[in-house]
């Protein structure tokens, strides 16, 4: 049987796989977890602006108090402020009820630890064994034993209070377009950059339930891209659904990903002499550019595998303080202990202004090379990766790129596929390499 909790929560279509009765019984399970040190569990309980979010948060909350914990309502607030306001604010625990960068049907719940950072696979098993469990045996608290439900949306107030903080610079003079994505940063992002003094032009800030990610936001940069030109502003900035990515366009409405962003703000902190090791730790996708130009300015980069759960430990484990994906998924840990779409977009901003050159100049520091990517359908994964001609195939490729590419072929998780990827200064030979491993690879595995 499949894993209830996957790499982010738990996710799925909203009231088809991701219920209210299996919130309720999430609720009811956390209580009991958190409850063996704590007689009344606190839980801060924050969502996006999804339509079936009040429903999930209503049931989740209502398993909370019959088990006897406190729900406290965040209201819509970003997924990194549900992990901040949990680890300063006394909570037991922190919930926080979006599926992200995914379309409006669908929804996600996942826990956050008393430090603000995402539960390990162990409780998460022992909450699966608790949720799955034939009968539920938890105890049901009667009279003032049972829980209650309280709402702070204020505490958005503390949390951006906080991103502000982390930021030294006035934005002053700065003209920034700002996307919402319709999602959980309409309200703190557009105030945060206000604050710190920047003019603020403010795209799909008004959320109604089924407009999130819908056309927006870091998943669809083109509205973001056209505005940025037409309002000549210094710079674009896009969050994705719950706020803990962050996307940008530079002054001619050119996209910039989180690779570029990473190394703007690296080098910004190389300068400073503020990036311990002078190491950023990004993951295997991450583009040999990125390499080339930390490795020129006299840096390096630690990679690890797929996923922000690896550059998190990678970091905690090294004592490092930067760190990301290419998908605008970055880490700033002196400030989080998650992504951060907001602290990310103003660490961006006060970079630029820093410099005092423009968006574009500081993102050509970085030559992206071009990257391709084919999945392979095969009958089965087992053993491709002891294949002698498989390993061969890949070989050539790689002899052929030499220092000035490389090639990562790797099995797909969920699916029956193997991923080939290969980047290097021309398309046309990447496609030409990929082409060839990816036949050997269809022969052998078939």
């Not at 993951?283 to 980069?301: D, E, F, P, R, Y």
Request: charged share 20%; aromatic share 4%.
């Amino acid at each position: 049987m499949a894993r209830l909790f996957g790499t982010d929560g738990v996710r799925g279509l909203a009231n088809t796989e991701l219920t209210p009765e299996l919130a309720f019984k999430m609720g009811r399970a956390a209580t009991y977890y958190f409850g063996k040190e704590h007689k009344r569990p606190v839980f801060f309980i924050g969502r996006d602006t999804r339509i079936s979010g009040q429903m999930l948060e209503a049931a989740l909350a209502a398993g909370i108090c019959s088990a006897g914990g406190e729900a406290v309502l965040l209201g819509v607030v970003p997924t990194p402020a549900v992990a901040y306001l949990t680890r300063t604010q006394g909570a037991q625990a922190g919930v926080v009820i979006s599926a992200s960068h995914n379309p409006y049907p669908d929804n996600g719940i996942k826990f956050f630890a008393a430090t603000g950072y995402k539960l390990p696979d162990a409780v998460e098993d022992e909450l699966e064994k608790l949720i799955e469990a034939d009968a539920d045996a938890m105890p049901r608290p009667t009279a003032d034993g049972v829980g209650f439900i309280t709402s702070r949306h204020d505490l958005l107030d503390k949390y951006i209070e906080y991103a502000v903080g982390t930021v030294e610079t006035s934005l002053a003079g700065l003209r920034i377009v700002v996307d919402c994505a319709n999602g959980a940063a309409y309200e703190a992002a557009p105030a945060a950059f206000k604050k710190l003094g920047a003019q603020v032009i403010v795209l799909n800030d008004k959320p109604d339930g089924i407009n999130i990610n819908a056309g927006c936001g870091s998943t669809h940069m083109e509205q973001l891209q056209a505005a940025v030109v037409e309002h000549n502003a210094h710079l674009g900035l896009a969050n994705d659904g719950d706020a803990d990515r962050c996307l940008a366009v530079d002054e001619t409405g050119t996209a910039i990903d989180g690779d570029q962003i990473m190394l703007i703000c690296a080098l910004e902190m190389l300068r400073q002499n503020t990036l311990p090791e002078k190491t950023l730790v990004a993951t295997v996708m991450s583009n040999l550019g990125l390499h080339q130009a930390i490795k020129k300015a006299g840096g390096k980069v630690l990679v690890t595998p797929v996923g922000d759960r690896y550059v998190l430990e990678a970091m905690v484990k090294h004592n490092l303080v930067l760190g990301g994906e290419q998908s605008g998924h970055i880490i700033f840990s002196q400030y989080s202990t998650t992504g951060d779409g907001v602290i990310t977009a103003l660490k961006l901003a006060a970079a630029l202004k820093e410099s005092n050159k423009k968006m574009s100049e500081l993102a050509k520091v970085m030559i992206r090379f071009p990257q391709l990517l084919v999945n392979v359908r095969v009958k089965g994964k087992e053993g491709w990766d002891t294949n002698a001609n498989i390993a061969a195939a890949i070989k050539a490729g790689e002899d052929e790129l030499g220092d000035n590419g490389r090639i990562l072929v790797r099995p797909s998780g969920t699916e029956p596929l193997i991923r080939v990827m290969a980047e290097g200064p021309d398309l046309s030979d990447l496609e030409r390499i990929v082409a060839a491993i990816a036949d050997v690879i269809k022969k052998e595995q078939a």
